[in-house]
T-cell receptor
Framework: NAGVMQNPRHLVRRRGQEARLRCSPM?????VYWYRQLPEEGLKFMVY????????ESGMPKERFSAEFPKEGPSILRIQQVVRGDSAAYFC???????????FGPGTRLTVT | EDKVVQSPLSLVVHEGDTVTLNCSYE??????LLWYKQEKKAPTFLFML????IEKKSGRLSSILDKKELFSILNITATQTGDSAIYLC?????????FGTGTRLKVLA
């Protein structure tokens, strides 16, 4: 059973470009969580999704950030018009249901130049 | 505001020592507390605690939760250099997890 997969592992974007981060949950998991880890800080919750639904996006910036988890395919975290402050490691986690332990992907390290 | 505080922030010990990592929290609608070990890759799950006073154990690691005093400890006995990592505590509230900033543990040979 493959673990949570994220791609790309490293992403470099110039200011103003768009970044798309993908997360494929573990088989059988229908709940996906996105986190951001800034240098020297802990993980910060961004958004919680189930298939085709955003359950909680309270940790996500109101502008430029969006997330989806379609019926088919991976969950996508999209950052439009990236700025230097968006440089961070973005982790995705999945669980079979809410309230169960989450399993983390390897993360995508975004660098904005 | 929900918060999770871990202490100490960093710790350096020698192989064979025993360490205790602390996690205190204030989270509305507490559901569970989780411990993760983070090395250079993503955090790996260690324990999930939901009930007070019941110790969970895995090899040299153990953890316990006190829901009255709102804290948890993670113990590591007979530490090894491979235990060097950041240990994250996370508390589950409603639909989300609040993470502490972690305790950075370094075990010297």
């Amino acid at each position: 059973n493959a673990g949570v997969m994220q791609n790309p592992r490293h992403l470099v974007r110039r200011r103003g470009q768009e970044a798309r981060l993908r997360c494929s949950p573990m088989k059988g998991h229908s709940h996906v969580y996105w986190y951001r880890q800034l240098p020297e800080e802990g993980l910060k919750f961004m958004v919680y999704l189930q298939k085709e639904n955003i359950i909680d996006e309270s940790g996500m910036p109101k502008e430029r950030f969006s997330a989806e988890f379609p019926k088919e395919g991976p969950s996508i975290l999209r950052i439009q018009q990236v700025v230097r402050g968006d440089s961070a490691a973005y982790f995705c986690a999945s669980s079979p249901a809410n309230g169960y332990e989450q399993y983390f992907g390897p993360g995508t390290r975004l660098t904005v130049t | 505001e929900d918060k999770v505080v871990q202490s100490p922030l960093s710790l350096v010990v020698h192989e064979g020592d025993t360490v205790t990592l602390n996690c205190s929290y204030e989270v509305t609608n507490f559901r569970s507390l989780l411990w993760y070990k983070q090395e250079k890759k993503a955090p790996t799950f260690l324990f999930m605690l939901t009930s007070s006073g019941i110790e969970k154990k895995s090899g040299r690691l153990s953890s316990i939760l006190d829901k009255k005093e709102l804290f948890s400890i993670l113990n590591i006995t007979a530490t090894q250099t491979g235990d060097s990592a950041i240990y994250l505590c996370a508390v589950e509230g409603t639909y989300k997890y609040i993470f502490g900033t972690g305790t950075r543990l370094k075990v010297l040979a």
